[in-house]
């Protein structure tokens, strides 16, 4: 009933994401009621096996059937007279007589229309998929169906014992029914959820109030980040995910091999979609919208190598992107011959109207009608400086250029990210406690026809003439190959653990934590930080003391950054070691007023304290001159962080 409902109407796009929030109630609603209903059968007084699983399957039935009342109803509650299309609107349309103006706008309308459709759809199913799994998951069911096996086998062994004249009753018989609940690594006093397709949040005994108090303390590390060691402070490279994460990303890869071909192909899809969504209610965009990528840099390769670039194009950027997305824009110089235009910011802190003061004049010098792209970062991933990239993006769509938002610093760092560009690419794993390989591509509706998988998908769209190329975005995305998703699917659990903690709570005590670092650091090196007071967010850039010289170049800073990755912190001056693991932070390099100035970029994190900042500033002071330590990295590390 429900996904009748739903492809007979099509609701606004506001709708897309309060019918989310609506059909998780309603499957709550549902769950919680069949645990209650499992835990009175299980109290009730004695009663025949067959009658308990017939009394189980009965409400099974019945809980089936308030769902899917339920979903329909919270349907019809959120649907008004203006969510419903006009009669006849998704029909075929001849444009025969019709400007192309015209042609263009109901082509746009009806593509949205079946855009928003689709991912209905896929929100109530996978909400009803999420029912039968906690149905099947019935305990009283579970319970009784054992009790049943265990019986039938203890009554057989029973008579094979007796037959052969032993006497002796057999291990079954004498095992208790009951039997203790185990998770699926074997440990007591957690129910199994094997064979649901499920895997639940773990909290490890946290509360959310517990947990913000025990930010940035040795115990919080030690049960949320065991073997962490402490004095990291570089997750806006590479993140760390809390042991919750990483327990439900082995707990995916036991559920995938339950059955590969049934979760493949009948799981799989709800699965991912489901993390799709909640993430695209973190940053506020439509559903329809955001697939997956492995990270920032598959996104940018995905969109530059499916725009139909000519001979004689060319992409600007602005040098503050991430190294991974200047790796993608590299690659499309070398295989498709496009000219590459790097903006280097005059001064620091920048802003968008420096930026588009130097973008005009690079703009005039011919190029203008040449550059079909531009790439710019909302954060600047070596300088720290958040950037109005909405301004950014009205001046360059007024220049006809489509524009690239790389928001791998922004997505869980800031509040909200942009929502104006044409695509906006990320990774997860810096600031949202997501795992390795996982990022987003968020696509405006206009520029889905052009952007396709970087391999050929299961579900390709094929011909663009086709009239359902425009409406296949999100289902082409879904599939494009056989990997490992584990990733994806555990970035709900990476978000039951922000929502535990609490966005604005994490955000409050790292940007708390940048200020004191801020005060500390400054104090240790007598330098000022690249952002203008107040605006560093959780990631503050100071630079390094004695550290402007022309020769501190890309490939200095590249060498102190694999010498800081490797080599754990020592206070020189004492000759002892003060913290437990490398401190890992990023070296970067920024020309400021014709200098080159080596800078350290710190990364505030809920498992980080202030001291830690102020050792590893003590041990990259002594360090100074910095060029004296290339003998001692490995060029093959160095080239990573170029």
Known sequence: ???????????????????????????????????????????????????????????????????????????????????????????????????????????????????????????????????????????????????????????????????????????????????????????????????????????????????????????????????????????AATGCVPESVRLARRAWAVQYQLNPVVFRFVNLANAVRQAELQIAELIEVDPADIVFTTGAEQGTSTVLRALPWRVGDALIYVDDVSDPVKRAIRSIHKSHGVEIICIKPSAYPYTANSLQTQLKKALGGGLEGRVRCAVVAEVGAKSGVVVDVGSLCKFFHSKKISVLCDGTHAVGHLPEPCHTCDWYTASLTNWCYAEAGVGILVVQPAKQVTTQTLTVSYFDRGCASKSAYSTSYLREFSYSGLQDFGNYLSVRQAIAFTRLCGWKKIREYCNKLAKEVVDAVTKVWGTTPIQESGKWGSMPVIPLPKGRDEKYNALVAAQLTAHLSTTPCRDNKFGKDTTAAPCCVQITSLHIDGINTLCARFTCQVFNNVAEYVTAAKFIASLCPYNNISSMVDETLVRTFL
């Open 1 to 235: 009933k429900a996904t009748v409902s739903v492809l007979n109407c099509t609701p606004t796009m506001g709708f897309l994401g309060k019918l989310a929030g609506k059909a998780e109630n309603a499957l709550n609603q549902v769950s919680g009621k069949i645990e209650g209903d499992a835990g009175a059968s299980a109290d009730a007084p004695a009663v025949s096996e067959a009658e308990a699983y017939a009394r189980a399957q009965g409400e099974n039935c019945v809980l089936l059937q308030l769902l899917d009342e339920t979903l329909t109803g919270e349907l019809a509650k959120g649907l008004g007279d203006k969510d419903t299309l006009p009669a006849g609107f998704t029909k075929q349309v001849e444009f025969k007589d019709r400007s192309e103006g015209m042609k263009a706008m109901f082509e746009k309308r009806r593509g949205n229309n079946a855009r928003m459709r689709g991912a209905m759809t896929h929100t109530v199913e996978g909400a009803v998929g999420g029912a039968l799994a906690a149905l099947h998951g019935n305990k009283v069911t579970n319970i009784v169906s054992a009790k049943v096996e265990k019986a039938t086998t203890a009554a057989k062994a029973t008579a094979v014992d007796a037959m052969q004249g032993t006497g002796k009753k057999s291990d079954e018989a004498e095992a208790t029914t009951e039997g203790e609940d185990m998770d699926i690594f074997g440990v007591p006093g957690k129910a199994s959820s094997m064979g649901q397709f499920a895997v639940k949040f773990n909290s490890l005994g946290y509360t959310s109030d517990a947990i913000v108090k025990a930010f940035g303390t040795e115990e919080l590390r030690e049960k949320m980040w065991p073997g962490l060691g402490s004095g990291y402070l570089n997750s």
